[in-house]
């Protein structure tokens, strides 16, 4: 059992597959006996509820966007994240603060990364964010239409995932291509958080 908490984020372009690895590390985390909690972005309070709606209209200016994102990722950090945390466990987070830097900065001129980072700066930071990076044409490919969200094309894309990569290397990020089978991207994952928590915990 960890001996202090420990929080992880893994982030990265829609499609990538993060949630599906978000499970699967929080499954292998519990089988060698941790206390794990898994949790996403947007969370499920009311004003993620709201954010999930919005994220299907074009009429909400990405301004808005940002700051109902930073308005859920203060209460879900508060209210949810920095509780388990202080509990001793291992928090997976399905997305985080990168998502808002990279989506909203690059839907506006209006929306900068600073001013992404003031309006959450309120929000702890993660012990560990792992990027996954996949070729947009195969992200899509993995959605309906019915799931896809408004920024969701490929144009669009390429430069989320050309800034994930950029912001990746000025902050010291961990990141896994997700083209090879779920297994091995998984095991890399494992290989990275193992290698943390035994330096850290």
Not at 14 to 35: F, I, M, R, V, W
Not at 124 to 139: N, R, V
Not at 145 to 162: A, G, H, I
Not at 174 to 188: A, C, G, N, P, S
Request: proline share 3%.
């Amino acid at each position: 059992m960890p001996k202090k908490s420990f929080f992880i984020v893994i982030d990265g372009i829609d499609g990538a597959g993060t949630t599906t690895h978000c499970n699967l590390l929080a499954g292998y985390l519990e089988s060698e006996n941790y206390k794990v909690h898994l949790t996403q972005e947007p969370s499920n309070s009311d004003i993620g509820k709201l954010l999930r709606k919005y994220l299907k209209n074009r009429e909400i200016p990405p301004t808005t966007d940002a700051l109902l994102f930073a308005a859920d990722r203060d209460l879900h950090y508060h209210n949810e994240i920095k509780k388990k945390l202080d509990e001793g466990y291992i928090v997976i987070s399905d997305r985080y603060i990168e998502s808002s830097i990279i989506y909203q900065s690059l839907q506006s001129e209006n929306v900068t990364i600073d001013w992404v980072k003031i309006i959450n700066k309120f929000a702890g930071k993660p012990d560990i964010t792992i990027i996954l990076d996949i070729d947009p044409k195969l992200a899509l490919a993995r959605k309906t239409q019915q799931t896809l969200e408004k920024f969701e094309n490929t144009p669009f894309l390429d430069k989320v995932r050309s800034l994930y990569l950029k912001r990746a290397k000025q902050e010291d990020y961990y990141v896994i291509e997700t083209d090879e089978i779920i297994e091995i991207v998984q095991e890399k994952i494992q290989n990275i958080v193992n290698n943390k928590l035994k330096i850290s915990l």
